[in-house]
Nanobody, 123 residues
């Protein structure tokens, strides 16, 4: 299984970015997808997750209202729309796959991980 994340970059505070993560090389039929982030010197942190159907979503309290997660199963791709970015959002953002129907915020329960994409927010 390969997860290819993209869309990171440098943006000014208050700006927006959309991250994408495409999954390939898998044969499983049901999986949740999530986004996590890790800033330098900090632990990995949950951002958002979405169910297989796209009908269920979870967000970290710190990003509610500023993030929208969505997915396109025809493209095996999950998206994270980020708006009103703040300097404290600077981190490497990782996408992950959790096999089955769950889509929680515990990173240890995810089965596959992408390589990460760097988001830098300048003040």
């Amino acid at each position: 299984v390969q997860l290819q994340a993209s869309g990171g970059g440098l943006v000014q505070a208050g700006g927006s970015l959309r991250l994408s993560c495409a999954a390939s090389g898998h044969t499983f039929s049901r999986y949740g997808m999530g986004w996590f982030r890790q800033a330098p010197g900090k632990e990995r942190e949950f951002v958002a997750a979405i169910s297989w159907s796209g009908g269920g979503t979870n967000y970290a309290d710190s990003v509610k209202g500023r993030r929208t997660i969505s997915r396109d199963n025809a493209k095996n791709t999950v998206y994270l729309q980020m708006k009103n970015l703040k300097p404290e959002d600077t981190a490497v953002y990782y996408c992950a796959v959790r096999l089955g129907y769950e889509y929680g915020g515990d990173w240890k329960s995810y089965d596959y991980w992408g390589q990460g994409t760097l988001v830098t927010v300048s003040s």
